[in-house]
């Protein structure tokens, strides 16, 4: 089990500053945020960073959210294939994609053929993320297609993001559990609880300061020889310097190793 760091941990300091805090506080890698960065879309700028701070990319997160829309252009079947292809060519195993959102209609439908073409064309496994339901005025809004939870589609592997988990109300101990083994890849946060009027964030805390079984969930995947990377993906916009943004993934690295290593001892 690899513990590895998010790049968007650092967030909104820079690419390099990743690679360097990652290395320094003893994470075993990073994932890539594919971003409007050009460094995060160039094999040869990871490839230097990771050979001048001596740690691998585990995986590439393609560029699926809203601020990166016009990142390799509009289509999301091009970003999701240039993504494989950046992972292959850096030496990751996965990449990280969330399912379509309801008004990619065309890329929504054929979605599930989509990743499997393109696993088959890159050789990188690629991990479809729990996401969350979505509430207007408090009302229900469909935003994903064919959904916001991976569990019930066609796909051979999965990201377990616990801080998604919480806000969608389910519980991550039972949806890694349902998932078997084709839980691929985790997100290393916590999150409080279900979205409703007082809480409409995605929280990312660090573990072990919210309401998911992350401890369990780890200690259960040790004991049974789990070989996926656990990445920490926790906000630390909140810390005043960086002293503070470091004590945050201290703890969540601290965490993770702590829950594994009981667990294989």
């Not at 945020?33 to 997160?61: C, F, K, N």
């Not at 079947?77 to 060519?89: D, F, N």
Request: charged share 20%.
């Amino acid at each position: 089990m690899r513990m590895g760091m998010g790049t968007t941990c650092v967030y909104p300091l820079g690419l390099e500053e990743a690679f360097r805090t990652a290395a320094e506080l003893g994470f075993d890698g990073v994932e890539v945020m594919v971003t409007r960065d050009e460094a995060t879309q160039s094999a040869s700028s990871l490839a230097r960073l990771s050979d001048r701070y001596g740690i691998p990319v585990l995986s590439i997160h393609a560029p699926v959210l809203l601020l990166t829309h016009f990142v390799w252009g509009r289509d999301p079947r091009v970003k999701l294939e240039r993504s494989a292809e950046l992972a292959a060519a850096v030496g990751a195993d996965t990449v990280v994609v969330h399912p379509p959102f309801r008004w990619q209609s065309d890329y929504a439908d054929g979605f599930l053929g989509i990743v499997r073409e393109t696993v088959a064309a890159s050789g990188v496994r690629i991990a479809v993320e729990n996401m969350f339901p979505w509430k207007v005025a408090g009302r229900s809004m469909a935003a994903y297609s064919p959904g916001w939870n991976p569990l019930p589609m066609d796909c051979d592997d999965v990201t377990l993001d616990f801080s998604h988990a919480a806000l969608s109300g389910l519980d991550g101990l039972e949806f890694a559990s349902a998932l078997g083994d084709r839980l691929r890849h985790i997100h290393l946060c916590d999150g409080s609880g279900a979205l409703d009027e007082a809480r409409v964030f995605d929280e990312h805390l660090v573990p072990g300061r919210g309401s998911q079984p992350v401890a369990a969930v780890l200690s259960r995947l040790a004991a049974t020889g789990w070989s996926g990377s656990v990445v920490a993906e926790v906000n630390t916009r909140k810390a005043r310097t960086d002293a503070e943004r470091r004590a945050m993934l201290v703890e969540t690295l601290a965490f993770a190793r702590q829950h594994a290593s009981a667990a294989a001892s």
